[in-house]
């Protein structure tokens, strides 16, 4: 398959919580090798939109294609999941030390012992968090937890990663690191799907943008052609800084 | 004055020379705690699972129920256990009564509800973002079980040593199904009861010591295991 094509589709999709609809998306497409953004403001719909494309949630009526091919309720397990990673907004690190932790997606599938040491420790390098590999998680600060989480993530080389506002809980420091390093942990191959509020991700990685409003997609488009104008204040409002 | 200090030091003297007879009571009393405890624990544990994760449409009730036996008195599923395994229970045609089997049915009935609803709260406490994480990281349903547990161990622990403590310490349904045998049934509690009736005091007391030892070093156990020092880092 060639960069540019749809890797993943969603048609149809209605999502309801307690009788309200959460998501109306008539169409949306995500694009291989690319960083496609999704956009809006707070409640919007936007992880719930994520939690459906990374096939988490199940729980919907709609249709989901993966590389062309419908994806049936039962072939949203663990196997097809196993292809991608999520980053998300608060991470849950599971009790243990950092090394446990990024380990941990390596020893579901099954990876010996070996493997996943090399991984984990090119991986830790990269993200420079090799030093922090014995400490329990319970010590880390809040970049500390988030570089451990992307590790984790990126450990599998995932063909779809998933990032949920990953900087939003972040100080200034941290936020600058991942900004400034993210796009060299991502390799040729791999789709990112990204739901983000900040205005440097989105200018520096964005290819394509989805702009959601009150659960439905308002326009999704690349970043040259992507209208910044019809934003609301709060959602990357000043089109100067973006485009 | 002099009888209960004599009683005491012959108490402490039976313990040091651990005398055989008091071993002997003493290792029933484990085995059969040890054995009701395996058992309540296996059925307990994926239960309190199901009822902490999964919706269905008695789960109020059912909560409401097993909130209701953990007070239960260990006399009521004794005399319950005893309709069912006497000569003209259901069960009757098996001669589980007076022998250690019986105890160890009684037992388990009595800290199945505790240990399900022990763990059912530390399963309740854990951070709903596990759940979503082991599955983006890939996990089977095995495996997110598996995970789970892992995450919940020490409050698990903690709730199957406090089931153990409660049988270790509880007398009626001993007293009822199991007869007091010598060397067969006759636990701690109930062997206490039984020297204290035929006046001696001293061997009761060093059962009542080693009792309270066992209790509070259980206790001290849940209390490390849940509460301790740096249990977030563990």
Redo the contacts between chains.
């Keep these: 398959m060639n960069r540019g094509n749809k890797i993943l589709k969603v048609e149809n999709i209605d999502k309801n919580i307690n009788n309200k609809q959460i998501l109306q998306i008539r169409k949306y497409s995500v694009i291989k090798g690319k960083f496609n953004f999704i956009i809006g403001a707070n409640g919007s719909g936007k992880t719930s939109l994520l939690?459906i494309l990374?096939m988490?949630d199940n729980d919907y009526q709609g249709t989901i294609y993966y590389k062309g091919k419908i994806i049936s309720k039962k072939e949203r397990n663990?196997e097809l999941?196993?292809r991608?990673?999520?980053i998300?907004q608060?991470?849950?690190l599971?009790?243990g030390n950092v090394y446990h932790n990024i380990a941990?997606?390596l020893k579901?599938?099954g990876f010996n012992k070996k493997i996943i040491h090399k991984k984990v420790k090119n991986i830790s390098q990269k993200i420079e968090i090799d030093d922090l590999l014995e400490q329990?998680v319970?010590?880390l600060s809040g970049g500390e937890r988030q570089k451990v989480s992307i590790a984790?993530a990126l450990v599998?080389e995932p063909e779809i990663l998933?990032v949920d506002e990953a900087t939003t809980n972040l100080d200034e420091e941290s936020i600058n690191f991942f900004n400034s390093h993210f796009a060299d942990l991502v390799t040729e191959e791999m789709t990112v799907v990204m739901v983000s509020h900040d205005r440097r991700q989105i200018k520096e990685l964005a290819d394509r943008i989805a702009y959601l409003k009150k659960g439905k997609i308002l326009s999704s488009q690349a970043r040259e052609e992507f209208d910044f104008s019809q934003l609301g204040a709060g959602i990357c409002s000043s089109i100067e800084e973006i485009v | 004055m002099n009888y209960y200090s004599e009683a005491f030091r012959e108490a402490f003297n039976l313990i040091i020379t651990l005398d055989r007879e008091l071993l002997n009571v003493v290792a029933t009393s484990l085995r059969l705690s040890t054995s009701s405890t395996i058992i309540a624990s296996t059925i307990a544990v994926p239960m309190a699972v199901i009822i902490a994760r999964k919706d269905f449409s008695a789960k109020k009730f059912f909560n409401v129920i097993l909130n209701t036996l953990l007070s239960l008195p260990t006399v009521v599923v004794g005399i319950f256990v005893y309709s069912l395994i006497s000569r003209r229970g259901i069960l009757g045609e098996y001669q589980l009564l007076f022998s250690s089997t019986g105890i160890i049915m009684g037992q388990t009935i009595l800290i199945l509800p505790l240990i399900t609803a022990l763990v059912r709260n530390t399963i309740f406490s854990l951070?709903e973002?596990?759940y979503?994480?082991a599955?983006?990281?890939?996990?089977?349903?095995k495996?997110q079980f598996k995970?789970l547990i892992?995450?919940a161990?020490y409050g698990i622990i903690g709730a199957v040593i406090a089931g153990f403590g409660r049988v270790l310490g509880e007398i009626g349904i001993s007293m009822m199904l199991g007869g007091n045998i010598r060397g067969v049934t006759r636990t701690m509690t109930t062997a206490m009861a039984l020297e204290t009736n035929k006046g001696r005091f001293s061997f009761a007391l060093a059962l009542g010591i080693i009792l309270l030892i066992l209790s509070f070093t259980i206790n001290f156990l849940v209390y490390f295991l849940q509460e301790g020092e740096h249990y977030?880092?563990?």
Excluded at chain 2, 135 to 141: C, E, F, N, V
């Design positions: 939690n990374s988490i663990c999941r196993r991608f990673s999520v998300w608060e991470p849950y599971y009790r941990l997606p579901l599938r329990s319970y010590t984790r599998t998933f | 951070d973002k596990l979503k994480t599955k983006s990281l890939g996990a089977t349903k495996q995970l892992m995450e161990r977030e880092q563990r």
